[in-house]
Nanobody, 116 residues
Framework: QVQLVESGGGLVQAGGSLRLSCAAS????????MAWYRQPPGKERELVAA??????NVADSVKGRFRISRDNAKNTLYLQMNSLKPEDTAVYSC???????????WGQGTQVTVSS
């Protein structure tokens, strides 16, 4: 089992920055891929960025503004969000994939609201 706890969400003005954190605990050695997803109001959940080993993948809608990183020593995933836009408003959730089990783990989500 893996537990994920997000933090760092909040209210920010357009053009501002936020850094989300996702602390992982439990059987973290099984994790091969970690990712950030978001679900805007009234819309479906979408992939924002993913990281596996040294490789990252970022959605076109946030490319150049968001950066995903992982500190393995701290078992923490980050999402640095710059130049935020009102359309970035969403609940952001952390995800971890353990292929051995296999199992998909989710955090509780953190709200990000960008005002215009």
């Amino acid at each position: 089992q893996v537990q994920l706890v997000e933090s760092g969400g909040g209210l920010v003005q357009a053009g501002g920055s936020l850094r989300l954190s996702c602390a992982a605990s439990g059987d973290t050695i099984c994790i091969s891929v970690m990712a950030w997803y978001r679900q805007p109001p009234g819309k479906e959940r979408e992939l924002v960025a993913a990281i596996s080993g040294g490789s990252t993948n970022v959605a076109d809608s946030v490319k150049g503004r968001f950066r995903i990183s992982r500190d393995n020593a701290k078992n923490t995933l980050y999402l640095q969000m710059n130049s935020l836009k009102p359309e970035d408003t969403a609940v952001y959730s952390c995800n971890a994939w353990c292929p051995v089990t296999p199992a998909d783990y989710w955090g509780q989500g953190t709200q990000v609201t960008v005002s215009s």
